[in-house]
T-cell receptor, first 113, second 111 residues
Framework: EAGVTQFPSHSVIEKGQTVTLRCDPI?????LYWYRRVMGKEIKFLLH????????ESGMPNNRFLAERTGGTYSTLKVQPAELEDSGVYFC???????????FGPGTRLTVL | LAKTTQPISMDSYEGQEVNITCSHN???????ITWYQQFPSQGPRFIIQ???TKVTNEVASLFIPADRKSSTLSLPRVSLSDTAVYYC????????????FGSGTRLQVQP
């Protein structure tokens, strides 16, 4: 079974530019999460999709971040415009509908210069 | 959410048993204790979950005393490949809600 995949694995952009991260969850998983870890900090929750609907976006830091999950399959997380403090590792995770564990992707390392 | 406290780092040698203890004094009645492992350049990976007493799987054992205010992850006969960060989480990993990570314990296994 293929795991959660994320693209790109690394991204280096300049302040003010736009970046879009992609996550492909495990096939059939309705729940999709975005997390991030900025340098020296703990892994923090950003938002949760159930299929195509945003279940909880309380962790989104500000309106420069936009997450979508069209058709309830893959998800994108856009940062526009990127700021220096957005640098970190962005993890995507997924899980099926009924009570089980959460599976994480390898993460996308974002560096904003 | 119950706060967890665990050592920042631990060192061990290959072949030794490693025990990582996590404190969670404010654990709720419905909370489980879940441990995740994270290797460099990878996302966290579920390793074990328990509610009380002892749970064992092919990777580790989890010991939870009767008061549930702490738990101990036990890794038998560690190898170099067990070098990772280990996170103790309190809650229920149903897969249907977000997880709250602490700072974790960085385990370094030496040859």
């Amino acid at each position: 079974e293929a795991g959660v995949t994320q693209f790109p694995s690394h991204s280096v952009i300049e302040k003010g530019q736009t970046v879009t991260l992609r996550c492909d969850p495990i096939s059939g998983h309705d729940n999709l999460y975005w997390y991030r870890r900025v340098m020296g900090k703990e892994i923090k929750f950003l938002l949760h999709f159930v299929k195509e609907s945003k279940q909880d976006e309380s962790g989104m830091p500000n309106n420069r971040f936009l997450a979508e999950r069209t058709g309830g399959t893959y998800s994108t997380l856009k940062v526009q415009p990127a700021e220096l403090e957005d640098s970190g590792v962005y993890f995507c995770a997924s899980s099926p509908s009924f009570g089980t564990r959460t599976f994480f992707g390898p993460g996308t390392r974002l560096t904003v210069l | 959410l119950a706060k967890t406290t665990q050592p920042i780092s631990m060192d061990s040698y290959e072949g030794q048993e490693v025990n990582i203890t996590c404190s969670h004094n404010n654990i709720a009645t419905n909370d489980y204790i879940t441990w995740y492992q994270q290797f460099p350049s990878q996302g966290p990976r579920f390793i074990i979950q328990g509610y009380k007493t002892k749970v064992t799987n092919e990777v580790a054992s989890l010991f939870i005393p009767a008061d549930r205010k702490s738990s101990t992850l036990s890794l038998p006969r560690v190898s170099l490949s067990d070098t990772a960060v280990y996170y103790c989480l309190v809650g229920v990993d149903t897969g249907r809600r977000a997880l709250t990570f602490g700072s974790g314990t960085r385990l370094q296994v030496q040859p």
